[in-house]
């Protein structure tokens, strides 16, 4: 940041937290609109910016129930937006510097008010009018500015952010417009009230008439945002950088013209925060409020969907917009790495229908699939909230027979990040099978969290009837899985049988644990038996891991919770296993030659002798109170990655850990 910015913005707060109130008209207002403030973008900018102003915040907080100086500016504010949005868009340049400015001011304050006092005391401090020795004609000619400020100043933003031309006069404005509105609902991080009760968040949820605007403006903003991943690591990654841009600059139809400038990317992340924030408070069953922006958001559609043929679907009352899912698409798989875009997928895939359609029929869908895998390989560098909602997105999307299907026939050369065997020729199917065995092992050796393994299992249970020809190594780790959790399955029974009867809560664990291994076990069977039986003659591979250990079955043939589902996988080992003795007089040669058997044999293998099983399908259903998990997780994104600056120590609705 320049010094001498800094120092105007000094300059400016100094007589704003002074004794004495500053009129609308006076020639310190002026200076504001004038002056070039600094424009901080990180989050240690934010912080030396603030430690700079301290002491003249910690003034203003004293003095401003006596000066009624944040009422003066918030009131300059409103009266200057309306010149502004009357103005044409060549003439915006000048205005957009001062109000900018002004926005920046209030954001300081109001952000360090916030972290001091719950939402009802900060709106009084906007709020406090006092009257100035000089009548103001900015008051004589708007009498209702002496009331209801706090929603004049959030209808004032609402309109910047959705109805301002996105450019580079404007730019400003919009990116200090969804600061300060980060700001003002942030107070929500230091009260523990529902933000029903907040009535920053009553004002934005009642704003009916700006929720669309806003929600495509932000949108917009995160799907038009600069490629500056030119140096991530992975080659799908630079793929995709390379076709966004390409997508973005190409010539688009006359139905869809989003702005030609490109967003920077601290606006787009902050957008894309925002939107966050608002599509995830005021939805309990339970709230005296709606949220606008939640069924908007389910509502937004293609922008090559024909209008008409939506609204003869029924759908012509209902709130929405329309943006280029091509682009949208490929900007979340470009950045999938970052925790608040896989909640926007997950958003998108859950609650909006047709966005969740348009992936499904995507030909590509590796350029989405192998990002999430990516993540959900590397758990020790991934908070436990991004694990689950790259777990529920991998769910959701094995809820379509078509989607696994096509995983099955996607193929790549070569998978670079996957470190335990180097995989060549491998499909996209097998990858995620690993990856999904892989996060079951590191849950049971490490975490111990049952939410990872029910996913992962509910995923690879409704994979499974799909299954075709899983790379060899793929079908290992099923027979290497259930090795160790027999072992464990046994450790944990001597355990048992050594314990002393007495200590009931040791006891009682033991028993706990034990349970947990039976479930992962049993549903690992039946997920084998599942590829057998609906896909035999296409998974030769597994049959012939399980030939190479079937002597695992042993112990779980005599087992109650076991024996009908093992029955069925030795039915199995046992005819190829009589196959492959004919074969040469019984000499077993090479795998290659094992599998080729396996492949010629399985037409003769009599399927109606094996017992019926229920069809393995699971669907993801959200929590009762999706709030409790999903408004801490967002607020400690908007921390971590808004460049924004809250004191932690003053923070109650999170904690940030090292994981995060």
């Known amino acids: ?50 430690f700079t102003l301290a002491l003249l915040l910690k003034q203003f907080l004293t003095n ?19 010149t502004f949005m009357a103005a044409q868009a060549s003439d915006l340049a000048e205005p957009a510097a001062g109000i900018s400015n002004m926005i920046l001011l209030l954001r300081v304050i109001v952000k360090y008010l916030s972290e001091r006092m719950p939402a009802e005391a900060l709106q009084r401090h906007v709020s406090v009018i006092r009257v100035v020795s000089t009548p103001d004609q900015f008051i004589h000619d708007s009498p209702e500015l002496n009331e209801n400020l706090d929603q004049h100043l959030i209808v004032v933003l609402l309109s910047f952010i959705g109805r301002t031309p996105l450019s580079s006069a404007t730019v400003e404005v919009h990116e200090e417009s969804v600061s300060l509105l980060l700001a003002l609902l942030g107070s929500r991080m230091f009260d523990d009230r529902a933000a029903e009760e907040n009535v920053f968040f009553r004002h934005v949820m009642t704003s009916i008439s700006y929720h669309n605007e806003v929600l495509k403006r932000l949108l917009e903003n995160f799907i038009s945002q600069n490629v500056e991943d030119e140096a991530a690591d992975s080659p799908i990654i630079n793929s995709l950088a390379s076709r966004a841009w390409d997508a973005i600059t190409s010539t688009l139809t006359d139905t869809y013209s989003p702005s030609s400038f490109v967003c920077p990317s601290s606006l787009a992340n902050k957008s894309l925060l925002l939107l966050e924030v608002l599509c995830n408070h005021c939805s309990r069953s339970n709230s005296e409020i709606s949220n606008p922006y939640k069924e908007v958001l389910g509502n937004v559609t293609d922008f090559s969907l024909n209008v008409a043929s939506y609204h003869d679907s029924g759908n012509v009352n209902k709130p ?16 999938l790495r970052n925790d608040h875009v896989t909640l926007v997928l997950y958003m998108l895939l859950h609650r909006n229908n047709a966005f969740k359609n348009y992936v499904f029929c995507r030909n590509d869908l590796d350029l989405l699939v192998i990002p999430l895998l990516e993540v959900l390989y590397r758990p020790k560098d ?14 959701i999307l094995s809820e379509d027979n078509i989607f696994n299907r096509v995983l099955s026939e996607i193929r790549l050369p070569q998978a670079t990040w996957f470190n335990e065997k180097l995989l060549t020729d491998v499909d996209v199917m097998s990858l995620e099978v690993l990856v999904l065995l892989r996060t079951i092992q590191y849950n049971i050796t490490q975490m111990k969290d049952k939410y990872l393994h029910t996913n992962c299992l ?3 249970a409704n994979m499974s009837s799909h299954f075709s020809d899983l790379h060899q190594y793929c079908s290992q780790r099923f027979t290497s899985l259930l090795t160790l959790l027999q072992k464990k399955q046994q450790k944990i029974m001597k355990k048992l049988a050594q314990s002393d009867p007495t200590e009931d809560d040791a006891v009682d664990e033991l028993h706990t644990e034990l349970s ?23 998974n030769a591979p597994l049959i012939h891991a399980l030939l190479y250990e079937k002597s695992l079955f042993d112990p779980l043939r005599g087992n109650h919770n076991f024996q009908d589902v093992v029955h069925n996988i030795e039915m ?14 019984g000499h077993i040669g090479s795998s290659e030659m094992v599998v080729k058997c396996i492949r010629e044999n399985c037409k003769g293998f009599p399927l109606m002798h094996l017992q019926k099983f229920p069809e393995l399908k699971f669907k993801y259903c959200e929590e009762e109170e999706p709030e409790d998990f999903f408004i801490p997780y967002v607020w400690s994104m908007v921390y971590r990655h808004s460049g924004l600056y809250w004191n932690l120590d003053l923070i109650s609705l999170f904690r940030i850990t090292n994981e995060q």
């Not at 929405?320 to 950045?335: D, K, P, T």
């Open 572 to 585: 199995v080992v046992n005819f190829f296993l009589g196959k492959l003795e004919k074969e040469d007089g």
């Open 458 to 460: 509910a995923t690879l």
């Open 64 to 82: 401003n129930h006596s000066t009624g100086n944040l009422a003066m500016l918030v009131r300059r504010l409103v009266y200057e937006s309306r």
């Open 382 to 395: 991934t908070s436990s909230h991004q694990l689950y909602m790259v777990l529920i997105i991998l769910l």
């Open 1 to 50: 940041m320049n010094q001498s910015e800094v120092e105007h913005m000094e300059k400016s707060l100094a007589k704003l937290s002074g004794l004495c109130t500053v009129g609308i008209e006076s020639d310190d207002f002026a200076e504001v609109l004038q002056a070039r403030m600094p424009k901080p973008r990180t989050r240690s900018a934010e912080e030396s910016l603030e």
């Open 516 to 538: 947990v291994i039976d479930e992962i076990m049993r549903m690992l069977l039946e997920i084998i038996n599942s590829a057998l039986t609906n896909q035999l003659s296409s």
């Open 320 to 335: 929405g917009f329309s943006v280029n899912f091509e682009l949208l698409y490929y900007r979340i798989c470009q950045n």
